[in-house]
């Protein structure tokens, strides 16, 4: 990149955030309206919550649930799907049932969870579990089915089978499609944690945004809230669209390494 | 029509009997018939034949990937039962795996050996085949040739008797084709390998082999063999080369004129 378009990179989007935020102070001045906070207000709520401990405490509560039930979606769901994948038979027995309870909104699940778990983290956890599993289950199956028959020949060529093959050449082939679906799964489990938070616990952001309109409106809360919940999501998708960099996968995310 | 196979002088390497294939698909599709060939040791040998006649099957039986309908294949005096090491299959240029560096890819049948004399037989085959310098580039950042040198590369480097090479430069533009070929015959002398080459392109065929086998469209049988009685390197405006060609062209039933 030139230094001017590294500048432009940086000042563009910052001129249409001042705008934009020019435009909502402007808003709430016009309409007079006591409910919808100002940008000003916004940012004391920020404030405030810091000052409380809350902020840290409350995206930390967040994040480690979405560690956990993510984590766990990952550490099933990645062996399974290439177990799926790797055995034709087993998969067409399981992809109706995974194709059934693939569509099925987590938040569905949100009465399941409390009667299982109660109001508790588990619950919380186990509905991101949910939500993260079936999109990396599908990616690791179709990327193992998706392996050309060359490269598995290949291996068989040199001697391989069993599980050598299948650490030495399906996995890495099937590895940029994995990685695509553990960056769908990411995004799916930061918005369902919000949501198991409102119902499930009594912490967290997701909380935050519920609480705090609960107890006295204050509505400049569930605003800064709301911001925490979006900014934390872009930086959970900008670290692993880096995983998605690295040179042994880059192969495979050809059509966005423009 | 079909003359009996030359008498090869020299060790038989390669026995072929009485080959068939047929696949099932929605109906029967009779692909090889009646394939007898011999091939001796350290011979070059080219399967000529049309897209689609099954020429690729016959590599990929002879290779081990697929088992005959009826009929049997030996190397060796050894029946083939499957894929093996010492006989490696050399795929057009896609068969280089992505996820690994030119090194990676020239190194992976070289699990079992001791690190020193990997990494000796590695730098060995990277000067083989001209890619120093490219050692640590990964296959996304080279160009179709060069992907195709490190192909045959791995092969090499696991000391194969045997070589299959299906149409190795059919994806190859036309000057690049004719270096690599160029390049696969001074490989050819300097390693001492049986080489089964399968193509759809005559001049090719009458440039590289000792003998052409001429195939038949599907189901494809052996129409001739033709030995090519001319040392290398060969003149591509002799009049025995010219004649040779010419020779398959009126085989194959081609008016040698556009």
Known sequence: MTPRRRLEAILLPAVAAAVLIALWHTAVKVTGTNVFPSPAAVARGLAELARKGLLLRYTRD?????????????????????FLGWRPGAARAANPVIQLLRPIS?????PVAIVLFGVSDASAIFLIFLASLFPILVAAMNGVRGVPAMYRD???????????????????AALPEILAG????????????????????????????????????????????????GVIGLLLNLLIERVSRLRAVRWGFREESA | MIPAPEPAPGRTKLEIRGLEMTFRVEHEVRVLEDIDLDVREGEFVCILGPSGCGKSTLLNIVAGFLAPTAGSVKINGEEVRGPDPRRIFVFQERGVFPWLTVEG?????????????????????????????????YPQELSGGMKQRVEVARALAVDPDVLFLDEPFGALDSITRLVMRGELLRIWRAEQKTILFVTHDIEESVQLADRVVVMTARPARIRRIVPIDMPHPRDLSARRYLELRDGIFEEIGLAHKI
Request: no cysteine; hydrophobic share 55%.
């Open chain 1, 62 to 82: 967040s994040l480690l649930r979405v560690g956990a039930g993510y984590g766990l979606a990952l550490l099933i769901g990645i062996p399974a799907g290439i």
């Open chain 1, 106 to 110: 987590p938040l569905a699940w949100i």
């Open chain 1, 154 to 172: 290949a291996g068989r060529n040199f001697g391989l089978s069993g599980t050598a093959l299948l650490s030495r050449v399906i996995f890495p």
């Open chain 1, 182 to 229: 553990l960056r769908i799964a990411l995004g799916i489990a930061w918005i369902v944690v919000v949501a198991a938070e409102m119902i499930a616990v009594n912490s967290g952001l997701g909380y935050l945004v519920i609480d705090s309109r609960n107890a006295g409106k204050r509505y400049d809360l569930v605003v800064a809230a709301m911001l925490l919940i």
């Open chain 2, 105 to 137: 890819n020239i190194g992976f049948g070289l699990g079992r050996l001791p690190r020193g004399e990997r990494e000796r037989r590695i730098a060995h085959y990277v000067v083989l085949v001209g890619l120093q310098g490219f050692e640590k580039s």
